[in-house]
């Protein structure tokens, strides 16, 4: 049997930083910063970005998608319907799409999210494409 070599046209394996965030968005005037560095232009199925809240922001969200939220630093957490969930450097909080939210910075906090289908896009195309005018070019 003859072998067919395979087209990549993506690494299987990446490696991401803070630093390859080519653009950062903030919040209104508050001290809420978000950036991908895998988005929906990238090919993959979902996304992967940063965010830096100061301590005491909080931006209220409907979520359009599932999301993971890896706090890298910091105190953060998510109210919810059902209540709310706080979680530390290290660990992780995970949302499912349709959840109307509140992230809360306890602390000055860092964190990665990754998001199933892609956050932007699941937004745009939602009743909730609206909440994107908060934000900006920072």
């Known amino acids: 049997m003859e072998k067919v070599p395979l087209k990549e046209t993506r690494m299987s394996v990446e490696h991401f930083t803070s630093d390859d965030a080519s653009t950062w968005f903030q919040r209104l005037d508050q001290q809420i910063f978000l950036a991908d560095v895998l988005a929906q232009d990238s090919g993959a199925a979902m996304s992967v970005g940063f965010a830096r809240y100061g301590k005491g922001e909080k931006n209220p969200w409907k979520m359009t998608y599932d999301e993971a939220l890896?706090?890298?630093?910091?105190?953060?957490?998510?109210?919810?319907?059902?209540?709310?969930?706080?979680?530390?450097?290290?660990?992780?909080?995970?949302?499912?799409?349709?959840?109307?939210?509140?992230?809360?910075?306890?602390?000055?906090?860092?964190?990665?999210?990754?998001?199933?289908?892609?956050?932007?896009?699941?937004?745009?195309?939602?009743?909730?494409?609206?909440?994107?005018?908060?934000?900006h070019e920072a």
């Open 70 to 135: 890896v706090i890298t630093s910091g105190v953060f957490t998510v109210e919810g319907p059902s209540g709310s969930v706080t979680a530390r450097a290290g660990e992780v909080i995970y949302l499912r799409s349709g959840a109307e939210v509140v992230y809360v910075a306890e602390e000055d906090t860092e964190l990665v999210y990754v998001t199933h289908p892609h956050w932007l896009a699941a937004t745009e195309s939602s009743i909730e494409a609206h909440r994107l005018d908060d934000f």
